[in-house]
């Protein structure tokens, strides 16, 4: 019996690649006019390969980590050009490499921020409970904000 390793003709409809991976028929439809997917058609039905789903998931992988979608375009391009994978994991790593030097930048501009918003609240915080401590929120009000945030948060 001979075996067969190629892939499975296995097919996905629009429908099972949303539930799948929590995106919206919109953005699959967005993905193939920026030509980022392409699947076949069965009538008016887009039918998604393997393959497609694989694109899918660098695609959203991608955006998680702040890439544009030119530059996954570019990623995905290679692996179409060259099957091995080589020049697409020789362009992921330098495009990774960018994008986590940017990322510590950001997270050093947002501590800036918070420290400095800090610092800000300190000094209201003290002008307040020497001229209008009435004015300054309780406790309490602040708990309950916080919760809300919190709570949409996990939502």
Known sequence: MPTDLRRPARTYTIRQLCLEFKCTPRALRFYEDKGLLNPARDGMNRVYSYKDRGRLVLILRGKRVGLSLAEIGEILDLYDADESG??????????????????????????????????????????????????????????????????????
């Open 86 to 155: 080589a020049q697409q994991a020789a362009r992921s790593l330098r495009k990774f490499r960018e994008r986590i030097v940017a990322l510590e930048q950001q997270k050093r501009d947002i501590d800036e921020a918070i420290r400095e918003l800090q610092r800000g609240i300190e000094a209201m915080e003290k002008r307040l409970t020497e001229t209008r401590p009435d004015l300054l929120p309780r406790a309490a009000d602040y708990d309950q904000v916080l919760r809300r945030q919190l709570d949409g948060a996990e939502a």
